[in-house]
């Protein structure tokens, strides 16, 4: 029987409701992107209830890449990001106002942060999201809970790093 992939809403509700079991905060090793808001703005994606994946990733994407990343970015290549590349995703609520999408409150961060040796299970990628932005809020407690919440989703980008976004001028 297929384990349901759970979205990052749904995500938050069930991997919050294992840290309120926890003595102690839960998550990965992946550090919060301090100060992502002024890197590169790589791309933009309002993913709207048409979208199939609007369960998983609803929102409005703001998708930013940190100065080790962005000559990779920018040229294509090579791959695979050197290690210490972030690219984060600011992700946040929208709502359509006279048929004008405009942005909301802060949904969650997500990150993906590289280093090839340490993250080989999960493409060399280290991934993290926050509730609401909110450092004291990751959901993602270890690697294994990555695969099935987002490296899943990510596999098919394995041509391009198992990354997304390119460099749009
Ligand atoms: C349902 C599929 C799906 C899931 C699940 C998913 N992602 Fe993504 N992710 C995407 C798509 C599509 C983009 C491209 C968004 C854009 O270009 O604006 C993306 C982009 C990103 C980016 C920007 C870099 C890139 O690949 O372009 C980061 C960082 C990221 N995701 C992190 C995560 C994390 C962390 C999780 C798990 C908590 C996760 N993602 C789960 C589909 C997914």
Not at 75 to 93: I, N, R
Not at 111 to 117: F, L, R
């Amino acid at each position: 029987m297929q384990r349901k992939l759970v979205g990052i809403l749904g995500l938050a509700g069930i991997l919050i409701s294992f840290g309120a079991m926890s003595a102690k905060p839960v998550a990965d090793d992946v550090p919060f992107p301090n100060g992502f808001r002024d890197w590169f703005a790589v791309n933009s994606m309002i993913v709207t209830k048409d979208s199939p994946i609007f369960g998983q990733i609803g929102g409005m994407h703001m998708i930013y890449v940190n100065a080790k990343g962005l000559p990779t970015l920018k040229k294509g290549g090579p791959l695979p990001y050197p290690d210490g590349t972030v690219f984060a995703d600011d992700v946040h609520e929208f709502s359509v106002k006279d048929g004008s999408y405009v942005e909301g409150n802060k949904k969650a961060v997500t990150v993906m942060v590289k280093d090839a040796k340490k993250y080989s299970a999960t493409g060399g990628w280290g991934f993290q999201v926050w509730a609401g932005g909110d450092v004291s809020k990751p959901l993602v407690p270890d690697a294994a809970h990555a695969v099935q919440a987002c490296f899943t989703c990510h596999t098919p980008q394995k041509d391009q790093d198992y990354t997304f976004s390119t460099y749009i001028p």
